[in-house]
């Protein structure tokens, strides 16, 4: 049941640890003046678009933005085509930004240096539960951006949700995944100002930076990534301070990968479960399980065209686009995405399997299956796949990949790349991948 006021953060304490940073860590005090200072700043307009790096002055900007009744827009993109969306939708949009503008066409606002702290404890904020506080975006099957309004209290639920079920209370977060990304926004952002958890400033990408960013945090510590970070992070065979839990979303995670992460890292590995639509609903240790666990008050239903998430910090009645199988009122199991399912010459399975099973050929360092631009009614539907495995020839990863999937399921075209065009989530754009295929009629070797 919602509140009809949550407070900016339940961080109980002026000298509780909100944020880590190079410095050192940031109390509730600190981040008060930060957000009251900021908030006063802040340019005429309602509508603020956040690409802060740092983690903490990404934090700061999206309290600011709440407490000045402002509205953060976190599109999944910033190409000029979304940036044009953006400025014709909410002509009043400007860019916070900490340093690095880009080529981002709108009146810009750089974060500003730290004011002095106050001696007196300054009050912690109450916002209005149904206050809308941010548009997220998502893209649809026909590539159009569509907006999703989240209000403060169904944040706020979220968060706690996740924090009850993680343990995560106390914990410094490192996330490989940018504050701006659904899944790093819930899992670093909200968790610290709902949650009790404390995020690292920084967004460590390379192995070593990973490993920096953790030694550089007390214990109890977390790292939430990705698989594709993780992958490479293991392989890399880096050495790393402890950590308490591993949490995974933005891609279906192998078997064999988290039982790997599991053994190196001595740690729990926890999978997240959502979309931009609902937030993060469910949870699974991978190793232990394939069943799924809503979280809080969330609930599925079953309808005749799929199913739908309601309840809890869900806004509304969201459909599900995955197979879902429910086990009972609280679990279920993922069969994938309803587009991620292929059937040729009438066998079917799914892009998520077969990315696993790439993935697991020894040699290949990264790799993914995606559908081809439609083909006419008669061509036969073959999928194609990206591949780096500098060691592997197309003829060698063709026959190790005979004894994984059926023949049907081989790519044509298999296309050898020096690395794929993953985004700051790791996720992989369709449109990066269909620019990877070669001309038609030319042969990929």
């Known amino acids: 049941m919602r ?3 949550y407070p900016l953060t339940d961080q109980p304490a002026p000298a509780s640890i909100i944020a880590w940073q190079p410095s050192g860590p940031v109390t509730r005090h600190r981040f008060l003046t930060d957000v009251a200072h900021l908030a006063s700043l802040l340019p005429p307009g309602g509508h603020v678009l956040n690409i802060c790096q740092s983690r903490y002055h990404f934090l700061v900007g999206f309290a600011a933005a709440i407490v000045s009744s402002r509205i953060s827009l976190l599109p999944s993109t910033l190409t000029p085509d979304t ?5 014709a939708d909410t002509p009043d949009l400007f860019c916070l930004h900490d340093g690095n503008l880009d080529d ?25 539960s149904e206050r809308i506080v941010a548009h997220v975006f998502t893209s649809g099957s026909t590539g159009t951006a569509l907006t999703h309004r989240k209000t403060w209290g169904g944040l706020v639920i979220n968060a706690l949700a996740e924090a009850e079920r993680l343990g995560a209370r106390g914990h410094a977060l490192v996330g490989t ?9 819930e899992s670093t952002v909200l968790i610290s100002l709902h949650g009790g958890a404390a995020a690292w400033a920084g967004r460590p990408f390379y192995p070593a930076d990973i490993a920096d960013a953790l030694a550089a945090v007390p214990a109890p510590r977390a790292l939430i990534t990705t698989p594709f970070h993780l992958r490479t992070l293991l392989d890399a065979e880096q050495a ?7 949490l995974s979303a933005t891609a279906p995670l192998s078997e064999e990968l988290a039982a790997r992460a599991e053994s190196i890292c001595a ?3 926890l999978e997240i479960y959502g979309s931009t639509e609902t937030g993060q609903i469910a949870s699974r240790r ?12 969330v609930r599925l239903r079953a309808t005749d065209s799929g199913h739908v998430a309601e309840g809890g910090h869900v806004e509304g009645i969201v459909p599900i686009n995955d197979v879902i199988e429910e086990v009972d009122a609280r679990h279920f199991l993922l069969h994938g995405r309803n587009a991620d399912l292929v059937n040729i010459a009438g066998k079917r399975t799914s892009l998520a399997f077969l990315n696993q099973q790439l993935l697991a050929v020894p040699g290949v360092q990264d790799g993914v299956f995606f559908m081809p631009e439609a083909e006419p009614d008669d061509h036969a539907t073959r999928l194609c796949a990206c591949v780096v495995a500098p060691g592997h020839t197309r003829q060698s990863l063709l026959q190790a990949l005979r004894g994984r999937v059926d023949a049907a399921f081989l790519p044509r075209p298999l296309v050898f790349v020096e690395r794929l065009p993953r985004n700051e989530a790791s996720k992989l754009p369709r449109a990066s991948l269909l620019a990877l295929l070669p001309p038609a009629g030319k042969a990929a070797e």
């Open 104 to 128: 981002i066409d709108l009146p810009g606002f750089a974060y500003p240096d730290a004011p002095p702290a106050p001696e007196h404890d300054l009050p912690v904020p109450e916002i209005p």
């Open 177 to 185: 995944v940018p504050p701006q990304h659904m899944y790093g926004f």
């Open 240 to 246: 790393l301070p402890s950590v308490d839990f591993l």
């Open 267 to 269: 740690a729990p590995l």
């Open 83 to 87: 940036i044009r969306r953006l400025k």
């Open 286 to 297: 991978s190793t232990a399980t394939r069943t799924w666990e809503l979280l809080g008050e």
């Open 3 to 5: 509140h009809p006021t």
